[in-house]
């Protein structure tokens, strides 16, 4: 089933575009707008079945807190130990998306797999929507620009819907951990992990080949002051709420400072110009692919952004874009998902490429 919101807006053209077409004139790129508080096809619905997870990890029921001791009054983690998180995450990725054996270098970006994973199942509507699906394709192939050591988005979406994939990375260490972990799950012949050697660059020199989806979780930050700046803040957050909840609290290793917290390397987590610079230039460079891609999209940290990124993609004559506004609890972010193809082009695009109708 689609995501209700998601079908609610699929067919709704603006007044302005309605107008200009009475007149005669070309119509703007239709835009449809989507708030969607978590996915309704995530296997994550609102919290976590430690029973069931540990079952799948048992590593993860040395950090397990029992609800007795936690605030909320219900089992938890502490989210400021990066040991808790890894193991919980490796347990949410076996027990509900088969990947029985997951692992990150050390300083690696450790991603939370309930938001990823939404990001994912809309993805899987925009794609049903194009092709004129009551249910999302399967037979589909997408591109994930910086997928890091931990091959979030290939993960999940082959997990998903079976979905195949090329992965890319400017960082040498990830891309082979990376390559390491699509080899240990069985999915050397389903995901395809390939170096970018410019760093400028998204798709050049990665896609070669027609693909119908690409997925980013573009670098936030401007440099690494910044994002050392923003680690610190958050250490001490974490560190006030733990010891709000349990008095006699001491600083796990993942609190200290230098940690690997909220780990990552370079490349994750800083480009010049940060968040905006990097994805106008994707933006930029996408319509240079315009052939080779159905649906371009990224994450967009910073709601503000919005206006400039649509404005770019206004000037590229875009033909058609969905933003979507999803979160979980105070973490919101947007999706935006852009096309160089009319509806009509769409449908054709899945009709040639066998999944669509």
Not at 65 to 89: H, K, Y
Not at 199 to 205: N, S
Request: charged fraction near 25%.
């Amino acid at each position: 089933m689609l995501c209700a919101a998601f079908i609610r807006s699929t067919n709704a053209l603006s007044t302005s575009a309605k107008c200009h077409a009475r007149r005669g004139l070309a119509a703007r790129p239709r835009r449809r707008a989507i708030v969607v508080q978590g996915h309704p096809r995530n296997a994550f619905a609102g919290s976590y079945d430690f029973d069931a997870l540990v079952a799948s990890n048992p590593r993860l029921s040395a950090h397990v807190i029992a609800a007795a001791d936690a605030i909320g009054r219900r089992d938890t983690v502490d989210w400021g130990d990066p040991r808790a998180v890894l193991e919980l995450n490796r347990a949410l990725l076996a027990s509900d998306y088969g990947v029985g054996d997951w692992s990150l270098p050390p300083r690696s970006l450790c991603p939370p797999v309930p938001s990823r994973a939404d990001y994912v199942h809309h993805v899987a509507d925009v794609l049903a929507t194009s092709g004129g699906l009551a249910a999302p394709p399967a037979d589909v192939v997408g591109l994930d620009v910086g997928t890091g050591a931990s091959l979030i988005y290939p993960l999940l979406g082959h997990g998903a819907y079976g979905w195949r994939f090329v992965a890319s990375d400017v960082d040498a260490a990830s891309c082979a951990h990376a390559k390491n972990l699509a080899e240990r799950n069985g999915l050397a012949d389903r995901v395809r992990v390939r170096r970018q050697p410019n760093p400028a660059a998204c798709f050049e020199r990665v896609l070669d080949g027609p693909v119908d989806f690409t997925m980013c979780n573009p670098p936030f930050y401007e440099s690494r002051d910044a994002f050392e700046a923003e680690n610190a803040r958050k250490r001490r957050q974490l560190a006030k709420a733990s010891k709000k909840r349990n008095p006699t609290y001491v600083a796990s290793a993942g609190n200290e400072e230098g940690s690997d917290n909220f780990g990552g390397g370079d490349s994750e987590l800083w480009t010049p110009g940060g968040e905006r610079r990097f994805v106008s230039d994707m933006i930029a460079e996408s319509a240079r692919f315009r052939d080779s891609c159905l649906w371009f999209s990224s994450l967009v940290s910073r709601q503000k952004l919005l206006p400039v990124l649509e404005g770019a993609l206004k000037r590229l004559r875009v033909k058609d874009t969905t933003v979507v506004a999803t979160g979980r609890g105070q973490k919101t972010a947007t999706l935006l998902f852009w096309s160089f193809k009319t509806r009509a082009e769409q449908r054709a695009w899945a009709r040639d490429r066998g999944w669509g109708t």
